[in-house]
DNA sequence: TAGTATATACGAATCGTTTCGTATACAATA
DNA sequence: TATTGTATACGAAACGATTCGTATATACTA
């Protein structure tokens, strides 16, 4: 065990943009990058760290041809559950409902998500009557 | 301005303690850290830490005794609140819902949390009719 | 008072992330 | 074929966080 997944911000950066757009090169990714941002960063900056990803089995790669193709080999939902557990305990001692109430307090949600949030919670209502 | 408040998760550790604990001294400080955890730290790794976190504004300290006094200089909520929006956006895109959503299903929340989240989202959904 | 325990200060080593310069390989083209 | 553009590979610098050894000051105690 010890498997710990923990991509930094920047790995986090690159393996969003993997996520939405699937399957793409370093250039595009590196385009991407910049075009999102205030900073521009490198590209060979860009290509150590989706390197550096693939040595941590972040991401896998098609190195067939020249121009080599990444992909997340992580996904999506599995690494936000990690980092949220992560961040949970580090910042809020693991009160989940501390953090629910300040997420809720302090960011605009639209009626539609709040509508969503309520109907989980009355689902969790109901699977645990007692 | 950018006065980027970003406590490390080292920081973090003994920002908790200090919160919870009120006015202590480096002694106090890393025998706690050394309780609460697998890992122990030697003493004067915690003191440096302060000492940083001192220097940078995290905590005030009282160096009138031959043993310094130290208090967090900074609020509990604020600090939560800037890593909560940098956590967002970096691992949820900026989407609150998903992020509660993945909270609470992920988590165990007690009844009496779940209709205390259930309130504020009501007296949310009054306060934003249209 | 001499010796021991405990405090802070200082400086340096280590470690991981980020950054990029440079070397090298390969492809397209003039 | 010679030039130019674009890949990857490699290595090292820079930076911040963490860790701790050691020096020094101060208090306690035998």
Do not use: C
């Amino acid at each position: 065990m010890a498997n710990e997944i923990r991509p930094t911000e920047g790995e986090l950066e690159i393996l969003q943009i993997l996520w939405k757009k699937g399957p793409s090169t370093v250039r595009e990714v590196n385009d991407l990058l910049n075009d999102a941002q205030d900073k521009s960063i490198g590209y060979t900056t860009t290509l150590k760290i989706m390197q550096i990803m693939f040595e941590k089995g972040l991401l896998k790669r098609d190195d067939s041809q020249r121009t080599h193709i990444y992909t997340a080999e992580v996904r999506e939902g599995k690494i936000q559950s990690a980092l949220l557990d992560r961040f949970l305990n580090a910042a809020y001692k693991g009160s989940a409902s501390k953090l629910a109430l300040q997420l809720l307090g302090n960011h605009k949600t639209t009626p539609d998500e709040l509508a969503e949030i309520k109907a989980l919670i009355d689902q969790l209502e109901k699977n645990k009557p007692s």
